[in-house]
């Protein structure tokens, strides 16, 4: 199975501040990496498909970048509606695996 | 709008079966591929099991293989999974989500699986 490391598992920032969440896979994942934000007691929000493409309807302040093994996701300027858990999930080969999960807070 | 709801969720004992069922709306249903992901504070996120638009193709974790059953009504816009042999780590919440091309773009609400004596 193709093992997903997410760092950091926690991250506080401060409005405005930029933040990035990196994933690491265990081989190549030829960029089939999506980013989720989850909300307590909410399902998955798709954020960034492909590694780098946008959601429809998902602000611009966040942003997916990444090849081979290494991705990440950014967002410039943390808003009070970024606090949330993050995940990434890898779609390259069954099983789909996901990332640990990053819980972000508002500093 | 695109919305899938789970149903079919609930306590149940170790060795017993329990259907999960996915109603979708808002999308052509037969033009997507379906899964089954789920969720639990110790193990985090966990994918289940796929199906292909017509059914035809179906993928497990292996610790599914032989216990749960994938399946997918294109008539009645559903899925479902059938999940047998219950055990005490197959408690979780379980999501029904939509993929197409590259991504997984849609989930359900999540419905809550319970295994235990």
């Known amino acids: 199975d193709i093992q997903m490391t997410q760092s950091p598992a926690s991250l506080s920032a401060s409005l405005g501040e930029t933040v990035s969440i990196e994933c690491l896979a265990s081989e190549d994942i030829y960029s089939y990496l999506a980013w989720y934000q989850q909300k307590p007691g909410k399902s998955p929000q798709l954020l960034i498909y492909a590694a780098n493409r946008l959601q429809d309807g998902v602000p611009s302040r966040f942003s997916g970048s990444g090849s081979g093994t290494q991705y990440s996701l950014k967002i410039s300027g943390m808003q009070p509606e970024d606090e949330g858990d993050y995940f990434c999930?890898?779609?390259?080969?069954?099983?789909?695996?996901f990332g640990g999960g990053t819980k972000l807070e508002l500093k | 709008e695109v919305q899938l709801v789970e149903s079919g969720g609930g306590l149940v004992q170790p060795g017993r079966s329990l259907k999960l069922s996915c109603a979708a709306s808002?999308?052509?249903?037969?033009?997507?591929?379906m899964a089954w992901v789920r969720q639990t504070p110790t193990k985090g996120l966990e994918w289940v099991a796929s199906?292909?638009?017509?059914?035809?193709?179906?993928y497990y974790r292996d610790s599914v293989k032989g216990r749960f059953t994938i399946s997918r009504d294109n008539a009645k816009n559903t899925q479902y999974l059938q999940m047998d042999s219950l055990r005490s780590e197959d408690t979780a919440t379980y999501y029904c989500?939509?993929?197409?091309?590259?991504?997984?773009?849609?989930w359900g609400q999540g419905v809550m699986v319970t295994v235990s004596s």
């Open positions: 989500a939509r993929h197409g091309g590259l991504r997984v773009d849609y």
């Open positions: 999930l890898q779609g390259s080969k069954f099983p789909w695996t």
């Open positions: 808002g999308f052509t249903f037969s033009n997507y591929g």
């Open positions: 199906i292909s638009t017509g059914g035809g193709n179906t």
